[in-house]
């Protein structure tokens, strides 16, 4: 490369994220992107319900409006649960929770029971009253074991791990006061299911960023190899990638992307292959027509003349110069993959259940828009268009920075 080359390629480099930091409506969407990503990562580490997939239910909670308080009753499981370290908690939808949450009004305790009057639905129609041993709430009690009274105001029964244990009634009273006894507000209300809204919406940011991510890439490696081949070999290699994005693109993207997910089966993972095989065709076209140019410039015919190989031009040489294409590309790409998984989740071909997707989550309560609780269908359409806004804001915003005139008369310049 020449040493004009070398300098505009440096001021290319050094003067693109000056140029992004100036664009404030990329910045904001940057920041969306990245508080979505830091959402997504952490997972159920910071939802209020970090059972998997956000999937506790209670359908007395049925539709609750934002901001609901509810007294519930935490009752120990009888039954082993299996503990995961961080990154299981992280990456594999969360935890099962080690209490049953009982929605109760009111409670009392009468000797070694503890009676609940179960919440309703609504605070003014009066619940079943239940009874609980105060043991069996507070722990988890052996499948096979018995509580037992001493006659004395003690328990006595045997855990699941086997060991005996001897508590004063008095004590497991007080216990379950403080530790089982809580107020649960859900600050964006219930789902039709009785589930934590908030919890929902934060789970599917995992699902949209996940299909936007892995898609994204598959597009880009598939994209950037067909197009790179085409643009630098030319002739018959050119005419057979051209007649393929051709027949690819002939055929609408949504219809493309059924046909795939019914071929390969309904699921989390068909989904990333099915979109990331329908989106590599505008990348393999802009790769293409970059490598159609450059392939004629002087340092390439410079590295013919030193004997390199042809996958050394391409890789090495002509590729890093299209990169910047490519990445805008992404960008919008990205935003496609969110609608297309929303949109597939919506026809019921896309995540299943239990999996929290915004497209399903809109499925499941477009009915409630004509009654009061519209919100339930509405937040996650608003965090769809959100997201894809905040992808085309960053792809606008990259597509400024790395314009090459510009940059190139800036430094002409001095600026």
Do not use: C
Not at 79 to 95: C, D, I, L, P, S
Not at 381 to 387: F, N, Q, R, W
């Amino acid at each position: 490369m020449t040493e004009n080359s070398k300098k505009f390629s440096r001021a290319l480099s050094s003067q693109t994220w000056p140029r992004f930091k100036k664009n404030k409506l990329a910045m904001g969407g940057l920041a969306v992107i990245l508080i979505a990503s830091f959402v997504a990562t952490l997972g159920s580490l910071i939802r209020p319900d970090s059972t998997p997939m956000a999937n506790e239910m209670s359908l007395q909670l049925t539709a609750k409006p934002p901001g609901f308080k509810v007294q519930m009753l935490k009752i120990k499981n009888n039954q082993h649960v299996e503990r995961q370290n961080v990154f299981a908690k992280m990456f594999f939808g969360g935890e099962d929770n080690e209490y049953k949450n009982t929605p109760i009004r009111g409670y009392r305790f009468s000797g070694e029971n503890i009676i609940v009057q179960e919440y309703a639905g609504t605070t003014n129609t009066a619940g079943v009253e239940k009874s609980y041993n105060v043991a069996d709430v507070a722990y988890s009690l052996s499948l096979f074991g018995t509580v037992a009274n001493d006659g004395k105001g003690n328990l006595i029964f045997d855990l699941q791990t086997n060991e005996k244990i001897v508590r004063p009634v008095a004590d497991l009273q007080q216990e379950i006061v403080a530790n089982n006894i809580i107020t649960k507000k859900f600050l964006l209300g219930t789902d039709r299911f009785g589930r934590d809204m908030l919890s929902r919406l934060m789970a599917g940011s995992l699902i949209s960023m996940s299909v936007g991510f892995i898609s994204v890439f598959i597009s880009i490696i598939i994209g950037v190899l067909f197009g790179a081949l085409a643009g630098y070999f030319r002739g018959r290699v050119d005419d057979i990638v051209i007649w393929l994005i051709n027949v690819v693109w002939s055929i609408p993207t949504l219809l493309l992307v059924i046909a795939i997910t019914l071929a390969l089966g309904k699921g989390f993972w068909q989904i990333f292959i099915a979109v990331g095989l329908t989106m590599w065709v505008e990348v393999a076209r802009v790769v293409r027509g970059q490598f159609l140019s450059l392939r004629e410039k002087e340092f390439v015919e410079a590295g013919k003349a030193l004997g390199f190989s042809n996958l050394r031009i391409i890789f090495k040489h002509i590729l890093p110069n299209v990169m910047g294409p490519v990445i805008v590309i992404s960008a919008s790409n990205f935003a496609n993959a969110i609608l297309i998984e929303a949109g597939l989740s919506f026809l019921g071909i896309g995540s299943q259940p239990p999996m929290s997707s915004w497209g399903s989550m809109i499925k499941d309560h477009y009915g409630y828009i004509i009654v009061d609780a519209a919100y339930l269908a509405i937040l996650p359409g608003l965090a769809i268009m959100v997201m894809v806004l905040a992808f085309v804001l960053v792809g606008n915003g990259l597509r400024d920075a790395l314009d090459s005139k510009a940059i190139e008369e800036d430094h002409v310049f001095g600026y």
